[in-house]
T-cell receptor
Framework: EPEVTQTPSHQVTQMGQEVILRCVPI?????FYWYRQILGQKVEFLVS????????KSEIFDDQFSVERPDGSNFTLKIRSTKLEDSAMYFC????????????FGPGTRLTVL | AQSVTQPDIHITVSEGASLELRCNYS??????LFWYVQSPGQGLQLLLK??????LVQGIKGFEAEFKRSQSSFNLRKPSVHWSDAAEYFC?????????????FGGGTRVLVKP
């Protein structure tokens, strides 16, 4: 069964460094999302992406964040200058055109900022 | 305020017993409703969803959920729990019901299964 994949599974970085989290959505899905879950808190929406542009973004998704679909298969989340409070599990999700409301999630990348 | 609530943070159930997880939402119109499960070290797996129609929805792994408009609830049930059901369960809603819209998650319920 097709699934969303994410790399790396765990990323450790120093505060102020840039990180890029990678996702490969399910092939033929055209809607892409990033969510995050800070330890002990709710899963929170960050951004959605369709047709090579951001559809919606949350207040969390400020100027230090960016997303990109650099090729036909990858979807990336870049955090330009990481802060301690960016430590979280980041989930990528995708959905397809016939059923865009059903999102399928990847296993997540645990980001630890030291 | 618009929200989705899972009143139980932890539930402990014996293997073979039934399980019910509560989810309540507070939105003007009925949102799309989802249940996801997160097993230890895993991502979020979709168990089932409700958009419209029959209010009793069947999902994977033997789970079902019932939508009750009068109670603004979408509770998840399983008649007989297996040890592998130990996980965290999230109720999620899409109140806008538009393509590519965000999901709003409840706080989650962690299920422990006793032998």
């Amino acid at each position: 069964e097709p699934e969303v994949t994410q790399t790396p599974s765990h990323q450790v970085t120093q505060m102020g460094q840039e990180v890029i989290l990678r996702c490969v959505p399910i092939s033929n899905h055209l809607y892409f999302y990033w969510y995050r879950q800070i330890l002990g808190q709710k899963v929170e929406f960050l951004v959605s992406f369709y047709n090579n542009e951001i559809s919606e973004k949350s207040e969390i998704f400020d100027d230090q964040f960016s997303v990109e679909r650099p090729d036909g298969s990858n979807f990336t989340l870049k955090i330009r200058s990481t802060k301690l409070e960016d430590s979280a599990m980041y989930f990528c999700a995708s959905s397809e055109v016939p059923d865009p409301d059903t999102q399928y999630f990847g296993p997540g990348t645990r980001l630890t900022v030291l | 305020a618009q929200s989705v609530t899972q009143p139980d943070i932890h539930i402990t159930v014996s293997e073979g017993a039934s399980l019910e997880l509560r989810c309540n939402y507070s939105y003007g119109a009925t949102p799309y409703l989802f249940w996801y499960v997160q097993s230890p070290g895993q991502g979020l797996q979709l168990l089932l969803k409700y958009f419209s129609g029959d209010t009793l929805v069947q999902g994977i792994k033997g789970f079902e959920a019932e939508f009750k408009r009068s109670q603004s609830s979408f509770n998840l049930r399983k008649p007989s729990v297996h040890w592998s059901d130990a996980a965290e369960y999230f109720c999620a809603v899409d109140p806008i019901k538009a393509a590519g819209n965000k999901l709003t998650f409840g706080g989650g319920t962690r299920v422990l299964v006793k032998p």
